[in-house]
């Protein structure tokens, strides 16, 4: 009789996760630009990934399918979080993650006409297991003689773009040593302890150490340059937390 240990794959259930379109206003001009929330309601403690995912994961991604003329704006990610399993560090969103996206009405969008706004939201959510899931959004609004706002979603809308990340009102400056690293630098800022979230993969290392220091008013922050890049950087974009 032989007797022993057999691996077992455990599979994991697909997490609960909803996704929601919140349009501010229940009637649209034509020639209009206008803010739209996407919701998206992750079951805890799965999570999904920002626009750079870090070491691992897929970015959520969002896709349109609207009337010929009509253009939606690539999506505005709310702050990530780093999540770090051993040597790997990625960066990702949990609970109720909040994007917005800028609709452009066309000029010849006829008043009177209705339009149903509706896209397709695409996440990986991953914890001990990773499984990929989408839905889709959409809601029904009409075209009119001026922009009619809808109270509760604005103010829905409203809570959501706070979440955003805002823009630094300091001078900042960025610089590279010979070695191929940056130094981030902030004027009149203090802080113990900082991270700076690229938007791109390709130029900081996630899982690096970003070492602060403080000087003549300034904090600095150094940031190792990513492995998977050409080295060609022009400009850095990201969240500073």
């Not at 609709?103 to 990773?130: F, H, Y």
């Amino acid at each position: 009789m032989l007797a022993g240990l057999l691996p077992v794959a455990l599979i994991q259930d697909a997490p609960d996760v909803s996704a929601e379109l919140v349009v501010p206003y229940s009637v649209i001009r034509a020639g209009e630009t206008f803010p739209v929330g996407v919701r998206l309601d992750v079951e805890e403690p799965w999570h999904v990934y920002w626009v750079n995912p870090g070491d691992t994961g897929i970015q959520t991604r969002m896709k349109w399918y609207l009337p010929d003329g009509w253009r939606v704006s690539e999506p505005m990610f709310p702050s990530p979080k780093k999540y770090v399993d051993g040597d790997l560090v990625s960066y990702v969103h949990e609970g109720k993650v909040d994007f917005v996206v800028w609709v452009t009405v066309p000029e010849s969008a006829r008043s009177g006409s209705s339009v149903d706004l509706k896209g397709v939201v695409s996440w990986l959510a991953c914890i001990e297991s990773c499984i990929p899931g989408s839905a889709e959004v959409q809601s029904l609004v009409r075209v009119g003689r001026q922009m009619i706002p809808d109270l509760g979603k604005s103010e829905r809308l409203a809570a959501m773009r706070s979440g955003l990340p805002k823009r630094i009102d300091r001078e900042v400056r960025v610089w590279r040593e010979g070695s191929g690293d940056f130094k981030l630098e902030v004027r009149g800022v203090s802080a113990e302890s900082a991270f700076f979230f690229s938007e791109s993969a390709d130029w900081v290392e996630p899982g690096a150490e970003q070492m602060v220091a403080e000087s003549n008013g300034w904090m600095t922050l150094g940031l190792k340059r990513s492995p998977y890049g050409d080295g060609k950087v022009k400009r850095l974009r990201g969240v500073l937390q």
